[in-house]
């Protein structure tokens, strides 16, 4: 009697200790085949939206594309990504996007160039050391697109006057919808650039110093990839009204700094046109270039550009002072009452 009794308890102890790793099994086995439903629920959620983007006339190729990710995130990788709609043709090397299964709608993605965007006419090619981007959906669309760039370097060609090339340590990039501006068509846009070289800039201010850029931008009247040419996309933009409110931008470049705000937009021939709010430190020596010796001595020594800047110090630098607005208009360059001589703004495009 009491053997069968210790026979029998015995049993249910064996029972409780192996219970928790059988449930752990079943549970593992569950989330298995769930990840792989979820996994072809996003292979086919891809193949339909290639398929609505080829009905767009958007066609994109994702070679050896894979989907993995297994247990809790899904994957999907790309060896070289492009895109083509009408003239434009954009193409990067390999892509690799990431989303929790938890979290769908949050997709962070690491992109190796390079980067090769042509109309036919207009190219920008790009390099970087690291790209990462996260993009962030609801179900109205876009929520918010970040971008973050190590050793960036961006050329352009095809667009007047002549090529733009430029370099930076680090880049940051975040896009938004305005959520007060959706009648607009308004995107909001900051971007921070450290240790950039900008030749325009060494040219027009002097010295090889690089520049750290900040800003924050409105862009009006913006609208999704078309595949119109670039030059088609500017005449759209511009004959809808399509402007630039520049809320902050500033610029560092050695012991010259430069902040300012207004608004640009495009004239009828196609040239840059707007007003801007300025103030700086350091920019003596850029007045009398621009203006002439006389007018930028004049000018430096009433702004207190050539000495000591009112309002203190900041940092050990030069307090920014305030300059009169830099106007753009008729293909002229104006800072305050004085036109710029020499200085014709071209049609960019």
């Not at 470049?253 to 937009?265: D, I, N, Q, S, Y």
């Not at 753009?328 to 049609?347: E, H, K, M, T």
Request: hydrophobic share 40%; glycine share 12%.
């Amino acid at each position: 009697m009491d053997e069968a009794a210790s026979a029998g308890t015995g049993r249910y102890s064996r029972f409780w200790l192996y219970t928790p790793f059988v449930l752990l099994l079943l549970v593992a086995v569950a989330w298995s085949a769930a990840w792989f439903a979820i996994r072809s629920r996003a292979g086919d959620a891809l193949d339909g939206w290639l398929t609505a983007e080829a009905r767009a006339g958007r066609q994109w190729t994702c070679q050896d594309r894979t989907i993995g990710g297994y247990p809790f995130r899904i994957e999907v990788i790309c060896s070289s990504l492009s895109v083509r709609q009408g003239a434009v043709t954009a193409s990067l090397g390999r892509v690799e996007s990431v989303a929790q299964v938890y979290q769908p709608r949050f997709v962070i993605t690491e992109i190796d160039g390079p980067l090769r965007l042509t109309d036919g006419t207009v190219t920008v090619q790009g390099s970087w050391d690291l790209l990462q981007t996260s993009f962030h959906a609801e179900p109205a669309g876009l929520r918010r697109l970040s971008l973050v760039a190590e050793a960036p370097r961006i050329a352009v060609t095809g667009l007047a006057p002549g090529e733009i090339a430029t370099s930076g340590q680090h880049l940051e990039l975040h896009v938004r919808p305005n959520p007060s501006r959706g009648t607009d068509k308004a995107y909001d846009a900051a971007l921070s650039v450290k240790q950039a070289s900008i030749p325009f800039l060494d040219a027009l201010v002097g010295g090889s110093e690089r520049t750290d850029v900040d800003s924050d931008v409105t862009v009006t009247q913006a609208e999704g990839f078309r595949g119109r040419p670039i030059v088609e996309e500017l005449e759209r933009w511009r004959g809808a009204g399509g402007k630039l409110d520049v809320l902050m931008l500033s610029l560092a470049k050695g012991g010259r700094r430069v902040e300012a705000k207004g608004e640009l937009r495009l004239d009828e021939l196609h040239r840059p046109q707007g007003q801007l709010a300025v103030a700086a430190a350091g920019l003596d020596g850029l007045l009398d270039n621009l203006l002439g010796r006389r007018n930028g001595a004049l000018l430096s020594a009433l702004l207190g550009q050539g000495g000591r800047a009112p309002g203190g110090q900041a940092e050990g630098r030069p307090a920014l002072a305030p300059l009169p607005p830099i106007r753009l208009d008729n293909g002229r360059l104006a800072f305050g009452p004085f036109v710029i001589p020499n200085i014709s703004l071209p049609a960019i495009y």
